[in-house]
């Protein structure tokens, strides 16, 4: 348990030398979000975004990944006020997240519901154990989930589960999120998967990985044609990277799978 925050934020190196980051949510007994762990959040967030690593893993201590959001963080709120917090958490979590230059992956190994959930839904990787639940439950408060989570679930399930998944306040097993596509895996021993997945992603070619998310991300606010458009440019700079030019030298000399990579 962490005495100071309620969330940690940890800095590693792989064998091969890459560095990779976990943010961990340490806020018992349930993770709510409520201010002091969105404000640890932000921070570590921050941080990231700052001097980001190779990779980053987003993990939860105890019984639970999130039993949701500290509901005192809503009440009174104007409308102004409730429309400035969800602006916040876009710019300071959701909007940061997406642009990390870096693969993210969530690990969801328990009860993961609203804000938790909306937050996986901006990594690129989610992994779950098999007894991880999911839910959007914002309807028993009258609320809509508001951090992107409607519409990131659209992008990954289909419009249809969406509305059903956020209309019916349900929780949603691990295997069904699988096979909806919104959960990639599900690993009876999530943490050692997990990192093992973080671990291979960070030694990986790290701008070629940022550079699918660009592309990714042309996609999703504008279509195929969209990413068609950025795709010369952005994949062409990787041309003037050291791991393209030092991978297809190697490729060339020994092989295919034998280049290591530092991420330049």
Not at 236 to 257: C, W
Request: one cysteine or more.
């Amino acid at each position: 348990m962490s005495e100071t925050q309620p969330t940690r934020l940890i800095r590693e190196f792989t064998e091969a030398g890459a560095e990779f980051a976990t943010i961990t949510l340490d806020h018992p007994p349930l993770n709510l979000f409520d201010r002091a762990l969105i404000a640890s959040l932000i921070a570590d967030i921050a941080a990231v975004r700052d001097v980001a690593p190779r990779a980053l893993l987003i993990r939860a201590e105890g019984k639970v990944v999130s039993g949701g959001v500290d509901v005192n963080i809503f009440d009174g709120r104007t409308v102004e006020e409730g429309a400035q917090l969800w602006r916040e958490l876009f710019e300071q979590i959701i909007h940061p997240l997406e642009a990390l230059p870096c693969p993210v992956v969530f690990a969801a190994h328990g009860l993961t519901l609203t804000a938790a959930f909306e937050i996986s839904l901006a990594c690129d990787i989610i992994l779950a154990a098999p007894k991880a639940k999911f839910g959007l439950v914002e309807t028993v408060v009258g609320l809509t989930p508001s951090m992107g989570g409607p519409q990131r679930l659209a992008e990954r399930a289909g419009s249809g589960r969406a509305r059903e998944f956020v209309m019916t306040g349900d929780l949603y097993p691990a295997a069904t999120m699988a096979e909806w596509g919104v959960v990639n895996a599900i690993h009876e021993d999530l943490e050692t998967e997990a990192r093992a997945l973080v671990t291979r992603l960070a030694d990986g070619p790290t701008r070629a990985h940022a550079a699918t998310k660009r592309i990714i991300e042309a996609w999703r606010s504008g279509g195929v044609a969209h990413a068609d458009s950025v795709t010369p440019e952005v994949s062409g700079e990787l041309f003037d990277t050291a791991d393209l030019r030092g991978a297809v030298r190697s490729f060339l000399d020994i092989g295919p799978g034998k280049a290591t990579y530092r991420g330049e």
